[in-house]
């Protein structure tokens, strides 16, 4: 059996693929292979195989190759590959490519395309947040809904076409829960052993967003740094607020970047769009859904006070000593 667990983003796919990635030695001994000689370098997942999708060219088809190979040989044996990157190979410009990659691998194994999929208005705003801490937004959040649409779109019309393959290929949906069950749920649909989904590996799944303040600060840590000596790099304010070693004098936790008519609509069009592509798991898992209000906060609207600043400056000493103990021993 061959496992495809293609994410969706924003669905504890990081902290399952570094689990898995950690525990290989150890599925391999329950009979699931996790191959680390196909994840990409310095990270967990199966990169290479769905960028080499993506990508297309001869360096890549003969990876692509060598992959099919790779399964051929191990015909008889459960493997399981995780990126979210497959997520985009179901698009428009790369379904065709994907369509014959993946009739290939149903030929090989019997093959199972797994997606975890959240609700369409917490994933816009996971998404916008990530995209915002990490310095890549690029649209306002008006423009990023309407963009998230029409991925979504897309996404859920590639996701019906192989649901249609006449080559066996099985799809698996699952509901994206942010809570310590969550982990369980995956390894029980991956059919991993139970060693996989135990408590402490389900608690790693479950990331907790960072603050208002934090979120706000980040967004604009650009232009913070050119008008302030800001010396500490955006990994490493990241790192401090994700690890809870920082965190600003009255953080909001609670709120939503989304005002509840925002919410509503963008649930609305993710019931929309399954109904019309027929994703109709989609429908079950959420067309029941009570939405809740939350606190509207506008990230661009927060004013950092004096003290806000004056708390930045004792941060951003931390890091750099943090940052500068860290070299001395790994000089050492």
């Known amino acids: 059996m061959f496992d495809v667990h293609i994410g969706l983003p924003k669905t504890g796919t990081t902290s399952l693929q570094r689990h898995l990635f950690e525990h290989a030695g150890i599925l391999e001994e329950k009979g699931c292979l996790y191959p680390r000689e196909w994840?990409?370098?310095?990270?967990f997942a199966h990169h290479l195989v769905s960028v080499a999708v993506l990508r297309g060219g001869a360096d890549n088809d003969e990876l692509l190759a060598k992959f099919a190979d790779y399964l051929r040989a191990r015909k008889n044996d459960h493997v399981l590959i995780s990126s979210e990157a497959f997520t985009n190979c179901i698009l428009p410009k790369t379904f065709k490519r994907f369509s014959d990659?993946?009739?290939?691998?149903?030929?090989?194994?019997?093959?199972?395309?797994?997606?975890a999929i959240r609700r369409?208005?917490?994933f816009v705003e996971s998404t916008y947040l990530h995209a915002a801490k990490v310095g890549n937004r690029r649209n306002d959040l008006a423009a990023y809904i309407k963009n998230n649409e029409k991925w979504v779109a897309n996404l859920f019309a590639g996701?019906?076409?192989?649901?249609?393959?006449?080559?066996?290929?099985?799809?698996?949906?699952?509901?994206?829960?942010?809570?310590i069950d969550m982990m369980k749920t995956l390894a029980d649909a991956l059919h991993l052993p139970s060693v996989i989904g135990d408590q402490d590996?389900?608690?790693?799944?479950?990331?907790?967003?960072?603050g208002a303040k934090a979120q706000a600060f980040l967004l604009k840590l650009d232009e913070?740094?050119?008008?302030?000596?800001?010396?500490?790099?955006r990994p490493m304010w990241i790192r401090g607020f994700e690890s809870g070693r920082l965190r600003f004098n009255d953080e909001i936790d609670a709120y939503s970047i989304l005002t509840f008519e925002q919410t509503n609509s963008i649930h609305e069009t993710g019931l929309k769009l399954a109904r019309q592509m027929n994703v109709s798991a989609y429908s079950d898992f959420f067309g029941s859904d009570q939405l809740p209000e939350k606190?509207?906060?506008?990230?661009?609207?927060?004013?950092?006070?004096?003290?806000?600043?004056?708390?930045?400056g004792e941060m951003d000493d931390a890091l750099i000593a943090i940052e500068n103990k860290s070299s001395?021993?790994?000089?050492s």
Request: with cysteine; net charge positive.
């Open 295 to 312: 606190t509207y906060i506008d990230l661009c609207s927060i004013e950092m006070r004096a003290s806000d600043w004056r708390q930045v």
């Open 39 to 43: 994840v990409a370098p310095g990270n």
């Open 159 to 179: 996701l019906t076409s192989i649901s249609k393959f006449a080559e066996s290929v099985e799809m698996v949906y699952l509901r994206y829960d942010k809570s």
């Open 120 to 122: 369409f208005d917490t």
């Open 101 to 115: 990659v993946l009739s290939l691998w149903a030929r090989l194994s019997p093959t199972r395309l797994v997606v």
């Open 224 to 233: 913070h740094k050119s008008s302030r000596d800001i010396k500490a790099t």
């Open 328 to 331: 001395r021993g790994s000089g």
């Open 201 to 210: 590996g389900a608690k790693r799944i479950v990331n907790s967003r960072l």
